[in-house]
């Protein structure tokens, strides 16, 4: 049984960071890609960020790059999002997902509930 449990959110000002993490369990981790996708109000789910199974290799939407960093820790099964700079754009519904595709664009296997990211004044 695949879980994917993503915490870390909450409500920040703009210029603000948080920092996601995920755990997983129910597969082996560290064979698999990891992603993180978000869902803001209103709005189709999209790709944000990835990370190879060596963790080596990573992905950034053009929306996120420069300001989000992914990264992992496969003795632990966790996989992080450290989000800095946040803009209002960012408020979204965080989705830990197992990577189902790189190309030729980014999809998830699995998601777990999310962690929700609120930036505003």
């Known amino acids: 049984d695949v879980q994917l449990q993503a915490s870390g959110g909450g409500s920040v000002q703009p210029g603000g960071s948080l920092r996601l993490s995920c755990a997983a369990s129910?597969?082996?981790?560290?064979?698999?890609?990891m992603a993180w996708f978000r869902q803001a109000p209103g709005k189709e789910r999209e790709f944000a960020a990835a990370?190879?199974?060596?963790?080596?290799?990573?992905l950034y939407s053009d929306s996120v790059k420069g300001r989000f960093t992914i990264s992992r820790d496969n003795a632990k099964n966790t996989v992080a999002l450290q989000m800095n700079n946040l803009r209002p754009e960012d408020t979204a519904v965080y989705y830990c997902?197992?990577?189902?595709?790189?190309?030729?664009?980014?999809?998830?296997?699995?998601w777990g509930q999310g962690t929700l990211v609120t930036v505003s004044s």
């Open positions: 990370i190879a199974w060596r963790g080596g290799t990573t």
């Open positions: 129910g597969f082996p981790f560290s064979r698999y890609d």
């Open positions: 997902s197992r990577l189902r595709q790189w190309r030729p664009t980014p999809l998830p296997r699995f």
